[in-house]
C-alpha cells in the first residue's frame, strides 16, 4: 500500500478535471450571445469534444486493469481522449477568432485543456510501467 503523501495524481483527478472541463465547455458555449446559432456547428463540435474527453476517460477508468491484455483498450481510449484535447485547443483557437473571446476566458480554457491532456497523458504511462511490471513478473 502506499502512503497517501506518497501518491501522485490519481485517474480520479484525470477523471475530475475533465468532467470540469466538460461542463465549463457546455455553460459557456450555452451564452447565444457569445457563441451564436449562426456559427452552430462550431459550437456542436467543440461540446462535442469535451464531453467525448470526458466519457473516454470514464470509460478507460471503469475497464478493469487485471492483466497487460486489459490496458489494451484503457490505453486506446487515453490516447483518443489525449488527441481529442488537441483537437479542443484548435476548435478553441477558431472560436477565439470567430467569437472574439475574451482572453482571460481563453486563458482558463486553455489551462484547463492542457491540464487534462497532462494528467491523461501521465495516467497513460502510468498505466504503460503498470503493464511492463505485470509481464516481467510473468517470467
Known sequence: MVR???????KFDTQTKALELATYTVNI?????????????TTKKIVAYATDIYH????????????PEAGVERNRLQNIAIAECESLRSEMQIAKMVFHLRMKRVKYWDDLIVEVHDLLQKWRD??????????????
Open 4 to 10: 497517501k503523501d506518497e501518491r501522485g495524481e490519481g
Open 126 to 139: 502510468s498505466d504503460a510501467d503498470r503493464s511492463r511490471r505485470m509481464r516481467s513478473l510473468r517470467r
Open 29 to 41: 458555449t450555452d451564452n447565444h450571445k457569445v457563441f451564436t446559432p449562426d456559427h452552430e456547428d
Open 56 to 67: 473516454r476517460t470514464r470509460v478507460a477508468n471503469n475497464i478493469p486493469f487485471k492483466t
